[in-house]
């Protein structure tokens, strides 16, 4: 008789995006009349830059001719894309890294859950709170997280919270964990960590043994200056750090799908180089991202694609300026939407999170992700993305204004 991984029957309903877009579809097909506006999943909506179609349209042509036609590209990327992404993303940083430490791959969420296949299912994981439910999800289907309590979360989790008290930085855990996963820009409070607070983070896994999970998937969203884009610009990062990287965000790549995540030689742990299990199971599990899609991402690092990119960021940042000011005139706390994409407000006298979603889709007509969905520390908090049109960010702030 096939037996199942029992892990799967321990988690809690569905994924949270999954969660939230089947209420907010039944929602719809009851009030057809409403207009909604869409805030909640951090979907892009400005689409991919004109260098970006030039170069995949190009590389379409080469696909469709025999002479430049490429059947299977090398595992961990095109040379070409390897070298643009150490060059801009790193040497340009003063960040030395090695094209043989980048990994190129479909998804920073695929790659934040598979890097959990070269860790022993005995290591203990540490999670800020709120996070990012991939990061609890997949170390709970990996038999990491032990059982979940519906007030206490995973009993095998160490939860970090993350609140406004200490300006959603964590403070070290008690019990020193194995893996720690780390974000900032952060999902989903929009707030960053200064180089201090996280060199702080770096001293103490390397003191004791542990890994960061750094991911750095809205790093582009920085616009203050001094703000750490990478963990690789702490000293010491590379003896205990892994960073992934997206271009989802960055580029509009979410339906395109293209990301990278670094694994320095340096990262040594059981006698053996990270990078090279990671590079094994990549070569075994994953057949690397298309070709026309790695030249569009290539494209991205030109001077052209650079300007185009940078125009559509600033596009969601003044979004999320709009957001921001919109709420706290409006009367609400907010935080975040200054080097990230979300914004993070704490629902008016105390209301519970899903009660205040609840409210926003039925009298606004918004949709958010109610924060308690990110773990126990999220209750009494709202995100909205800064991802919707100019238009419907404006009309949606205003919706929220009236019913306040
Ligand atoms: C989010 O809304 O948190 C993100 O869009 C999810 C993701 O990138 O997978």
Not at 45 to 56: D, E, G, N
Not at 133 to 150: H, I, Q
Not at 324 to 336: F, M, Q, S
Not at 368 to 391: N, V
């Amino acid at each position: 008789m096939t037996r199942i991984n029992e892990n799967f029957i321990k988690l809690p309903g569905s994924y949270l995006f999954s969660d939230i877009a089947k209420r907010v579809a039944k929602y719809s097909e009851e009030n057809p009349d409403k207009k909604l506006i869409k805030m909640g999943i951090g979907d892009v909506t400005r689409p991919l830059a004109p260098a970006v179609t030039a170069a995949m349209k190009k590389a379409v042509d080469e696909m469709g001719s025999a002479e430049t036609f490429r059947g299977y590209g090398p595992d961990y990327g095109y040379d070409f894309l390897l070298e643009a992404i150490a060059e801009n993303d790193y040497a340009a940083r003063g960040i030395k890294i090695d094209k043989s430490e980048i990994f190129l791959s479909d998804g920073a969420k695929s790659d934040c859950a598979n890097i959990g296949d070269i860790f022993s299912v005995d290591n203990s994981v540490a999670v800020c709170d709120p996070v990012y439910p991939v990061y609890v999800d997949t170390n709970a289907m990996a038999g990491r997280a032990g059982d979940y309590d519906e007030k206490l979360g995973w009993t095998k989790l160490v939860y970090m919270p993350c609140t406004a008290e200490n300006g959603f930085i964590p403070a070290l855990p008690e019990k020193t964990p194995d893996i720690i996963y780390l974000c900032y820009p952060n999902n989903p409070t929009g707030t960053t960590a200064t180089k201090g607070q996280l060199q702080v983070w770096v001293d103490y896994a390397k003191k004791n043994g542990s890994v960061i999970l750094f991911d750095s998937a809205y790093e582009a969203f920085i616009s203050t200056p001094g703000v750490p884009h990478s963990i690789f610009e702490i000293p010491g990062a590379e003896e205990c750090a892994i960073e992934f990287r997206s271009f989802s965000k960055t580029a509009g790549f979410t339906g395109t799908r293209c990301a990278y995540t670094v694994i320095p030689n340096a990262l040594v742990r059981g006698g053996v180089k990270l990078n090279s299990l990671w590079a094994r199971r990549q070569s075994t599990k994953f057949n690397g991202v298309s070709y026309v899609t790695q030249r569009g991402a290539e494209a991205i690092y030109t001077d052209q694609g650079k300007k185009e990119i940078r125009e559509t960021i600033a596009y969601y940042l003044e979004n999320a300026r709009i957001i921001r000011e919109g709420l706290a005139k409006a009367g609400l706390k907010v935080y975040g939407g200054v080097d990230a994409p979300y914004i993070w407000a704490a629902s008016p006298k105390g209301m519970p999170s899903w009660d205040f979603f609840d409210m926003l889709l039925k009298k606004a007509g918004v949709v958010t992700t109610p924060g308690a969905g990110f773990g126990p520390s999220g209750e009494g908090y709202i995100r909205l993305t800064a991802f919707s049109t100019a238009e419907a960010t404006a009309e949606a702030v205003e919706r929220i204004g009236s019913i306040l």
